[in-house]
């Protein structure tokens, strides 16, 4: 039997006076030690631990990365009330700041100019999207591409217009394809296009049919802006993901991303306990961008949602492209 990543931590947990995480430090793991949960919580996550003798699972130990079964199960099932659990509940802001950093960006570094392509590199069900499109140049391009189905679909279902019925607050509607061409003025589909894949593996993105989408096969052109929005707290190490998303960015082109951080403690990366989800050291991440040929533009602390009623400790990262 293989043994996974939370089942190890939850070992740990249950052996030790204080609660410890496996954090990545140089090149060794570690223990970092934090404050013992509850134990109604240790017990509900120690109950929730699964042992599976798989590849799928073999492979999530050896890149250091949440499974991305493990990812398409859990989202699938969220999708549905993921928008109204997050937003209301957790108070996520992370869209919006992000375009904020993104606005002051077009500002200040691109002298007033709008992004010609965009990538929304785990768009989930499209909050980031509205947003981006402000940022988009009128005969630009706005992609989406999530790992979950379920979450991509609602996605794929968004248009421009902001209609009678938004699913929530500051959202713009939903329809189905026949309801959207039976409107008197045919509203245009928020993201021009919306594909189902793995991030490392976008070259074999699937596109979400049946929803009228202009744009059917993933571009092969670089894009001149990707955000990737609470997404890369489900890697690990992150040398090969920003490889990636430095390999799909045009010269020019801008690279925006937040990770979740500890308030303290000497590592590179974490696996949270109870948790699929890594935090990140800021300097870390900042040497695996630099060694993709990235630059750093900036990275700020900032608050992507609550969590138990405290604070979550963020990091909100743009990196720039030169060559």
């Not at 997050?86 to 007033?112: C, F, H, K, M």
Request: glycine share 8%.
């Amino acid at each position: 039997m293989t043994l996974s990543i939370s089942f190890i931590l939850a070992v740990l947990l249950a052996c030790t006076d204080h609660s410890s995480i496996l954090a990545f430090r140089g090149d060794t793991f570690v223990s970092l030690r934090l404050p013992r949960p509850p134990l109604g919580a240790l017990v509900k996550h120690v109950a929730s631990v699964r042992l599976a003798a798989t590849a799928e699972l073999a492979r999530e130990l050896t890149e250091h990365r949440t499974s991305p079964k493990e990812v398409v199960h859990m989202f699938d099932e969220y999708a549905s009330y993921f928008e109204s659990k997050l937003v209301d509940t957790l108070e996520y802001s992370t869209p919006q700041d992000v375009a904020a950093r993104v606005s002051a960006r077009i500002q200040s570094g691109r002298n007033g100019q709008l992004y010609s392509s965009i990538l929304d590199a785990g768009c989930g069900t499209g909050l980031s999207g509205p947003y981006l499109r402000k940022m988009l140049a009128d005969d630009g391009t706005l992609i989406g591409v999530d790992l979950s189905p379920k979450m991509a679909e609602l996605a794929a279902e968004l248009v421009v217009d902001d209609g009678q019925t938004p699913v929530v607050v500051d959202r713009m509607r939903r329809c189905t394809e026949p309801a959207r061409l039976a409107s008197e003025e045919v509203p245009e589909r928020l993201y021009d296009g919306v594909f189902t894949a793995d991030l490392l593996d976008m070259s074999s993105s699937r596109p979400l049919e049946g929803y009228g989408s202009p744009v059917t096969s993933f571009p092969s052109q670089p894009f001149d802006l990707i955000v990737s929005a609470d997404v890369l707290v489900y890697f690990g190490e992150m040398r090969t993901i920003l490889k990636v998303f430095a390999n799909r960015l045009a010269v020019g082109g801008d690279l925006v991303f937040s990770t979740e951080t500890l308030a303290e403690g000497d590592y590179k990366w974490v696996c949270l306990p109870g948790s699929e989800r890594y935090a990140h050291c800021p300097e870390y991440v900042a040497q695996m961008a630099e060694e993709a040929g990235l630059v750093a533009v900036s990275q700020e602390a900032f608050t992507p949602r609550l969590e138990g009623g405290e604070k979550v400790l963020g990091t909100l990262h743009m990196f720039h492209k030169e060559r």
